[in-house]
């Protein structure tokens, strides 16, 4: 399949793009940075695999709006970016761009492939969530109100998909370690005053009874089987890998 990933030059997007591309997966990738979507095509292509790379912005309508014609199975929204501060000194340009990126960003690119998923019928898109979509965490307001608000707009793509072969679902690991999670690591020992390794241990992993990072791998196989025969008709799900957090 033709699998377009948002945010594929680093950490969970390029993981994926990476695990799908041994599938037998096209991938398309695509990154604010053009230099780091083609390091991980060529990567792709470097193991046998087939890839392109794209600049794309998912907060620029434009940019979004050259990606018409595309021809597209799967999208798999996964851009983000984190800011980490108590409300009352969150900057509303920052908390703006984080609604703009993961909430706005993943709707309109949505809408603009869902006419060419409609005129071959069929599509799969996938949001990549995160526990924050189920429960908050303090100093994370506007990614935790993004992440939210990805499974209210999936609900909806769901609905209104309903009378041919699209699904769209939303996948919500709990922590993996990635560059994103290792700068909120040092920001929050910095804010609270204790090690890195307390901050794994007290902050983040703590909540799950398992005490352990979610794997890329682990991501990758939900997203096959979420794409797969299988799965045609599981939409407007949430299919959560947390470790047990959510089971207390």
């Given at each position: 399949m033709r699998v377009l990933i948002t945010g594929a030059g680093s950490g969970i997007g390029k993981g994926l793009a990476l695990a799908l591309a041994t599938e037998g997966h096209t991938i398309l990738v695509t990154n604010?940075?053009?230099?780091?979507a083609d390091d991980v095509a060529r990567e792709i292509q470097a193991?046998?695999?087939?890839?392109?790379?794209?600049?794309?912005?998912?907060?620029d309508h434009g940019s979004i709006e050259a990606l018409n014609g595309e021809p597209v199975d799967v999208l798999i929204n996964n851009a983000g970016l984190q800011h980490v501060a108590p409300l009352e000194d969150f900057p509303p340009e920052k908390f703006?761009?984080?609604?703009q990126v993961m909430l706005t960003g993943a709707a309109m690119l949505t809408r603009a492939l869902?006419?060419?998923?409609?005129?071959?019928?069929?599509g799969r898109i996938i949001?990549?969530?995160?526990?924050h979509a189920l429960v908050a965490s303090p100093y994370k307001s506007a990614y935790v109100a993004a992440k939210h608000g990805l499974l209210g707009f999936s609900k909806v793509v769901a609905l209104e998909t309903a009378d041919t072969d699209i699904t769209i679902n939303t996948v919500c690991p709990s922590y993996v370690l990635t560059p994103l999670v290792e700068q909120q690591i040092a920001a929050q020992a910095r804010a609270n005053g204790i090690s890195e390794q307390d901050v794994i241990d007290e902050i983040m992993l703590k909540p799950m009874p398992k005490g352990a990072f979610i794997s890329i791998e682990e991501l990758?196989?939900?997203c096959q089987f979420l794409i797969s025969p299988a799965a045609r008709n599981m939409t407007g799900q949430t299919i959560t890998l947390d470790g047990g957090w959510t089971a207390r």
């Amino acid at each position: 399949m033709r699998v377009l990933i948002t945010g594929a030059g680093s950490g969970i997007g390029k993981g994926l793009a990476l695990a799908l591309a041994t599938e037998g997966h096209t991938i398309l990738v695509t990154n604010l940075r053009q230099q780091a979507a083609d390091d991980v095509a060529r990567e792709i292509q470097a193991s046998g695999g087939e890839a392109r790379a794209l600049a794309l912005d998912v907060s620029d309508h434009g940019s979004i709006e050259a990606l018409n014609g595309e021809p597209v199975d799967v999208l798999i929204n996964n851009a983000g970016l984190q800011h980490v501060a108590p409300l009352e000194d969150f900057p509303p340009e920052k908390f703006d761009q984080l609604i703009q990126v993961m909430l706005t960003g993943a709707a309109m690119l949505t809408r603009a492939l869902l006419s060419g998923m409609r005129q071959q019928g069929f599509g799969r898109i996938i949001n990549v969530g995160s526990i924050h979509a189920l429960v908050a965490s303090p100093y994370k307001s506007a990614y935790v109100a993004a992440k939210h608000g990805l499974l209210g707009f999936s609900k909806v793509v769901a609905l209104e998909t309903a009378d041919t072969d699209i699904t769209i679902n939303t996948v919500c690991p709990s922590y993996v370690l990635t560059p994103l999670v290792e700068q909120q690591i040092a920001a929050q020992a910095r804010a609270n005053g204790i090690s890195e390794q307390d901050v794994i241990d007290e902050i983040m992993l703590k909540p799950m009874p398992k005490g352990a990072f979610i794997s890329i791998e682990e991501l990758a196989g939900v997203c096959q089987f979420l794409i797969s025969p299988a799965a045609r008709n599981m939409t407007g799900q949430t299919i959560t890998l947390d470790g047990g957090w959510t089971a207390r």
